[in-house]
C-alpha cells in the first residue's frame, strides 16, 4: 500500500485551536500518512496507534518520544530514563514506580484529596465567578500532589513552566519551544534541586523512590531522575485533565445533571474527558526494523508520530466519537498511552479528576461559561489557558 502525503502540521496554533478537521482528514488519508513539512509518518487511526503503543520491540522509545532521532544525532536534552527507555532497563524504573505509586499508596490519599477538593470547591463556590484554569485545574494538583511527593510549600507554581518545557521538547525547535525555554529559566533548577534526597521529606513518593537506591533497585544517580519523571507526569496532563472535564460538563449541561444525579459517575466523567479533549495529544516512536502497519509498510528508523487525540475520536472504534457522554465505556482509549509506556500517574490523575469533580457536583447545579475560553498551545499538551466560569449554586 503506497503511503499518501500530507501537509498537515500538527505544530502550529491553526492546529492547537482545532486539532479535529486535521485528525479526520489524517484517519481517512490512510492507516499511515507522511507528513511532508517534517519528514516523518504519522498514524491517527485508533487501531494503528495502539498498535505502535503496544509493540515496544517494533517501535522503539529508547532512539526518543520526540521529534528528534537519538540514533542520528545528539539529543537536545537528557532523554528520560523512564518514558525513553525500553527493558531492560524500563523494567527497572517502572518497577520502582509501580512499587512506589501501588493501588494502596494512591487508596491511602484519597480521605485527604477529597477534603482539599471539597475545601476548594466551597472557597470557589463563595466567589461564584472564576478563571477555572489557575483557580482551579492548576490550584488543585498543584495542592495535592507536591504534598504526595513529599516536596515544601514554596514555590510549587515552577512545576508548572517545568511540565510546559518538557512537553513543548518532544516536538520541532519553534516558537513555542522557545518561548518554553525561556519560562523555565527558574524553574529548571528548582525542580533539579527539589528532586534530591535531601529536599523531601522522609514519607511520601519522593522518598519511596530514592529508597530504590539503598535496596540497589536503582543508582543515586537514577533515583533523582526518576522522581522527575514522576513530577512530570503527574502535574501538567492533570491541569489539562481537570479543565478539560470543567469545559466539557459547562459546555455539556445534561452531562453534568446526569453526574450531580449520580456523583459516582464522577470518575467517567474525568475518563470520558481525558477520551474526548486528550490532554496528550501526540507522542513518537521509532520503528526498530521494517513494519507492516495497516497495510503499509514502514521502513526500519521510521520515525512515527501517533495522534492519541485523533485516535479518540475515531469511528472505527467509538460510536458518537464527537460527543460527550459520562456514561460512555471508555475502556480502550489512549488519553495515558497504552503498552509498557502508559502514563505512569494515571491512578493519581483519576482519582484528582473524581474528587474535582465530586466536589462540584455536589454544590452546583450549573457550570456557566463567562467569557471566551484561550487555549494554551504546546506542542505536546492540549490544554486550556483559561476558562472564565460561574457556579450556579445548589
Same mark, same amino acid.
Given at each position: 500500500?503506497?503511503?499518501?502525503?500530507?501537509?498537515?502540521?500538527?505544530?502550529?496554533?491553526?492546529?492547537?485551536?482545532?486539532?479535529?478537521?486535521? +485528525?479526520?482528514?489524517?484517519?481517512?488519508?490512510?492507516?499511515?500518512?507522511?507528513?511532508?513539512?517534517?519528514?516523518?509518518?504519522?498514524?491517527?487511526?485508533?487501531?494503528?496507534?495502539?498498535?505502535?503503543?503496544?509493540?515496544? +520491540? !517494533?517501535?522503539?522509545? !529508547?532512539?526518543?518520544?520526540?521529534? +528528534?532521532?537519538?540514533?542520528?544525532?545528539? @539529543?537536545?536534552?537528557?532523554?528520560? $530514563?523512564?518514558?525513553?527507555?525500553?527493558?531492560?532497563?524500563?523494567?527497572?524504573?517502572?518497577?520502582?514506580? =509501580?512499587?512506589?505509586?501501588?493501588?494502596?499508596?494512591?487508596?491511602?490519599?484519597?480521605?485527604?484529596?477529597?477534603?482539599?477538593?471539597?475545601?476548594?470547591?466551597?472557597? &470557589?463556590?463563595? +466567589?461564584?465567578?472564576?478563571?477555572?484554569?489557575?483557580?482551579?485545574?492548576? =490550584?488543585?494538583?498543584?495542592?495535592?500532589?507536591?504534598?504526595?511527593?513529599?516536596?515544601?510549600?514554596?514555590?510549587?507554581?515552577?512545576?508548572?513552566?517545568?511540565?510546559?518545557?518538557?512537553?513543548?521538547?518532544?516536538?520541532?525547535?519553534?516558537?513555542?519551544?522557545?518561548?518554553? $525555554?525561556?519560562?523555565?529559566?527558574?524553574?529548571?533548577?528548582?525542580?533539579?534541586?527539589?528532586?534530591?534526597?535531601?529536599?523531601?521529606?522522609?514519607?511520601?513518593?519522593?522518598?519511596?523512590?530514592?529508597?530504590?537506591?539503598?535496596?540497589?533497585?536503582?543508582?543515586?544517580?537514577?533515583?533523582?531522575?526518576?522522581?522527575?519523571?514522576?513530577?512530570?507526569?503527574?502535574?501538567?496532563?492533570?491541569?489539562?485533565?481537570?479543565?478539560?472535564?470543567?469545559?466539557?460538563?459547562?459546555?455539556?449541561?445534561?452531562?453534568?445533571?446526569?453526574?450531580?444525579?449520580?456523583?459516582?459517575?464522577?470518575?467517567? /466523567?474525568?475518563?470520558?474527558?481525558?477520551?474526548?479533549?486528550?490532554?496528550?495529544?501526540?507522542?513518537?516512536?521509532? !520503528?526498530?526494523?521494517?513494519?507492516?502497519?495497516?497495510?503499509?509498510?514502514?521502513?526500519?528508523?521510521?520515525?512515527? &508520530?501517533?495522534?492519541?487525540?485523533?485516535?479518540?475520536?475515531? @469511528?472505527?472504534?467509538?460510536?458518537?466519537?464527537?460527543?460527550?457522554? $459520562?456514561?460512555?465505556?471508555?475502556?480502550?482509549?489512549?488519553?495515558?498511552?497504552?503498552?509498557?509506556?502508559?502514563?505512569?500517574?494515571? !491512578?493519581?490523575?483519576?482519582?484528582?479528576?473524581?474528587?474535582?469533580? /465530586?466536589?462540584?457536583?455536589?454544590? =452546583?447545579?450549573?457550570?456557566?461559561?463567562?467569557?471566551?475560553?484561550?487555549?494554551?498551545?504546546?506542542?505536546?499538551?492540549?490544554?486550556?489557558?483559561?476558562?472564565?466560569?460561574?457556579?450556579?449554586? /445548589?
Amino acid at each position: 500500500m503506497a503511503i499518501p502525503d500530507s501537509d498537515i502540521d500538527p505544530f502550529c496554533a491553526e492546529f492547537f485551536e482545532d486539532p479535529h478537521p486535521a +485528525q479526520e482528514a489524517l484517519r481517512e488519508a490512510g492507516p499511515v500518512v507522511r507528513l511532508t513539512r517534517y519528514g516523518i509518518l504519522a498514524v491517527a487511526r485508533h487501531a494503528e496507534v495502539k498498535s505502535v503503543l503496544d509493540d515496544w +520491540q !517494533a517501535f522503539t522509545s !529508547a532512539r526518543g518520544v520526540g521529534i +528528534q532521532d537519538f540514533a542520528k544525532e545528539q @539529543p537536545a536534552r537528557p532523554p528520560s $530514563i523512564v518514558l525513553e527507555t525500553d527493558p531492560p532497563l524500563h523494567d527497572r524504573t517502572r518497577r520502582v514506580q =509501580a512499587r512506589v505509586l501501588s493501588p494502596a499508596a494512591i487508596a491511602a490519599l484519597r480521605e485527604g484529596f477529597t477534603a482539599a477538593a471539597e475545601a476548594l470547591a466551597d472557597r &470557589l463556590l463563595q +466567589q461564584r465567578e472564576f478563571d477555572a484554569i489557575p483557580a482551579l485545574a492548576e =490550584a488543585y494538583p498543584l495542592e495535592v500532589f507536591p504534598d504526595a511527593m513529599g516536596m515544601p510549600r514554596e514555590n510549587r507554581h515552577h512545576l508548572l513552566p517545568w511540565g510546559n518545557l518538557v512537553f513543548n521538547s518532544f516536538g520541532p525547535k519553534n516558537e513555542y519551544l522557545a518561548a518554553a $525555554i525561556d519560562g523555565a529559566k527558574d524553574a529548571t533548577p528548582w525542580v533539579f534541586e527539589q528532586s534530591k534526597r535531601e529536599n523531601l521529606t522522609a514519607t511520601g513518593f519522593g522518598a519511596g523512590i530514592h529508597a530504590a537506591a539503598d535496596t540497589g533497585d536503582l543508582t543515586a544517580e537514577e533515583t533523582p531522575q526518576v522522581v522527575r519523571s514522576v513530577l512530570t507526569a503527574g502535574v501538567d496532563t492533570t491541569v489539562s485533565g481537570i479543565g478539560a472535564a470543567v469545559y466539557c460538563l459547562a459546555r455539556y449541561p445534561a452531562e453534568f445533571a446526569r453526574l450531580r444525579a449520580d456523583p459516582k459517575l464522577a470518575r467517567n /466523567a474525568f475518563e470520558e474527558a481525558v477520551r474526548y479533549e486528550s490532554p496528550v495529544q501526540t507522542f513518537f516512536r521509532t !520503528a526498530t526494523r521494517e513494519v507492516d502497519l495497516g497495510g503499509a509498510t514502514v521502513p526500519e528508523g521510521s520515525k512515527v &508520530l501517533m495522534f492519541l487525540g485523533a485516535a479518540n475520536r475515531d @469511528p472505527r472504534k467509538w460510536d458518537r466519537p464527537d460527543d460527550y457522554d $459520562i456514561g460512555r465505556r471508555t475502556v480502550g482509549h489512549v488519553g495515558f498511552g497504552s503498552g509498557i509506556h502508559a502514563c505512569v500517574g494515571m !491512578a493519581l490523575a483519576r482519582l484528582e479528576g473524581e474528587c474535582v469533580l /465530586a466536589a462540584l457536583a455536589k454544590r =452546583a447545579t450549573r457550570i456557566e461559561i463567562t467569557g471566551e475560553p484561550r487555549r494554551r498551545y504546546n506542542n505536546t499538551l492540549r490544554g486550556l489557558a483559561s476558562l472564565p466560569v460561574r457556579l450556579h449554586a /445548589a
